[in-house]
């Protein structure tokens, strides 16, 4: 059954894009990570318009966190005090995200920015992640227990100004590099249409040590407000979302968020990385196939808005 797209342009089989939906939700809910970094090259690569996929995308990607967020708020999961934090660096850098988009858009450059910003992203996060947790796995099959934090231990950033006590966390660090780390979030999750918890949730763990039963709640309370955020600014300034689109892909990333919290209850914290560092892997790799390996399409028509 095909599916025609106004804004997007083009039809799509309506039970890919339910299935779609649902496999990202499940995904968020596992990993707390919003589903954007897979949902938009999906998108993309199925033919939908990387602008479209971009804005469309943080739709569903807020209707996913809903979902996630209120099955962690009910596990007593999710740190507010932490969350309202880095919403309010999300919410500068999602501003700031939205600008930078047309920016591009208008220069025709968008594509590129999108596409070396996947792979360099992913690529590293994905390779930093995989390390750390098959180390950490070595060490528990060696009965070698390594804490996230020794007792008295404090990096620098957390003795800056304006420190905090985030007792649902059981961290106290200031509140400044949390805030810069919600803006960086906020602004790379508008432009390439990701929720950023595939940034988030191993910053909150590496950086700040915060348990691994609190990251995943707290992440996609983050992503929930700064994608609702991302969601009104495309629609009135880019105009990319694409609203069909987004209620088919919407139905079953709802149904699909809570499968996946609640199996993510059931992952050790080693298991919780290693399989989120395979997934960013496999996407990032994806991304870099499509730079190295002839394209498909040899040549291509585009539309160009000039400036009078």
């Known amino acids: 059954m095909q599916l025609y797209l106004p804004i997007a342009e083009l039809p799509l089989n309506l039970f890919l894009l339910i299935g779609m939906g649902g496999a990202i939700g499940f995904i968020s809910g596992l990993f707390g990570v919003g589903g954007g970094f897979l949902l938009t090259p999906l998108l993309i690569f199925v033919g939908v318009p990387a602008p479209v996929a971009v804005a469309t995308s ?4 807020a209707a996913s966190s809903v979902t996630g967020s209120l099955t962690y708020w009910r596990r007593n999961a999710v740190d507010f005090k932490l969350g309202l934090v880095l919403i309010v660096g999300g919410a500068a850098g999602t501003v700031l995200g939205v600008f930078f988009f047309n920016q591009m858009r208008k220069l025709g450059h968008l594509d590129l920015v999108i596409t070396l910003s996947y792979v360099t992203l992913l690529m590293s996060v994905g390779i930093l992640m995989l390390g750390e947790s098959l180390r950490a796995m070595f060490r528990q099959h060696r009965n070698r227990t390594v ?13 800056l100004p304006l420190r905090m006590r985030f007792h649902r966390s059981k961290i106290s660090t200031s509140i400044l590099p949390l805030v810069v780390l919600g803006c960086v979030i906020g602004f790379i999750g508008t432009v390439l249409g990701i929720g950023g918890g595939f940034l988030v949730v191993p910053a909150l763990i590496y950086l700040f040590r915060v348990p691994t039963s609190v990251v995943v709640g707290t992440s996609l309370l983050q992503i929930l407000v700064t994608m609702i955020i991302a969601t009104f600014l495309h629609a009135t300034i880019s105009q990319a979302v694409d609203v069909l689109l987004a209620l088919t892909l919407v139905v079953g990333g709802v149904i699909g968020a809570q499968f996946g919290a609640r199996t993510g209850q059931s992952l050790k914290g080693e ?7 395979l997934l960013i892997l496999s996407v990032g790799f994806r991304f870099a196939f499509d730079i190295v390996g002839a394209p498909l399409d040899r040549f291509s028509i585009n ?5 009078r």
């Not at 943080?58 to 990607?61: A, F, G, L, P």
């Open 58 to 61: 943080s739709v569903h990607i």
């Open 147 to 159: 804490p996230l934090r020794l007792p008295g231990e404090h990096r620098w950033y957390e003795g």
């Open 271 to 277: 298991q919780f990385r290693l399989l989120l560092a």
């Open 303 to 307: 539309a160009v808005e000039l400036e």
